[in-house]
């Protein structure tokens, strides 16, 4: 978070014993750490609750991705299956038209 070394802790310290004085020092420190501490459980708990934001909408996101998935799947095979009828029912009309030549062929009088 914040680079903060002895010498600056050194120099807070010292301004502060200054200006609190010795006998309010550590009721102020006390104040201070508790306060740092409710501040650092805040921002905790805004962050939990932006990652968890964040992982409901990739759910979101991955669930329609796969509704789309599976009712693209679902087009294909009727589409596969409508394919499939077309080729039968050109296969019907072209056994009919290949037979009935044949029989005005045969049949010359």
Same mark, same amino acid.
């Given at each position: ?6 010498? @600056? $802790?050194? !120099?807070?310290? &010292?301004? #502060?014993? +200054? ?11 006390? =104040? ?20 968890? @934001? $964040?992982? !409901?909408?990739? &759910?979101? #996101?991955? +669930? ?11 087009? =294909? ?33």
């Amino acid at each position: 978070m914040f680079d903060i070394g002895f010498s @600056e $802790l050194l !120099i807070i310290f &010292v301004v #502060a014993l +200054l200006v609190v004085g010795p006998e309010r020092l550590p009721s102020v420190a006390r =104040k201070v750490g508790l306060y740092i501490g409710k501040m650092k459980r805040s921002f905790q708990s805004i962050k939990n609750e932006v990652e968890q @934001e $964040l992982e !409901i909408e990739a &759910v979101k #996101a991955q +669930l329609k991705e796969n509704a789309m998935l599976a009712e693209a799947k679902e087009v =294909k095979e009727a589409l596969s299956k409508t394919v499939e009828q077309v080729k039968q029912a050109d296969d019907d009309t072209m056994s009919l038209t290949s037979e009935t030549p044949s029989k005005n062929t045969n049949s010359k009088p």
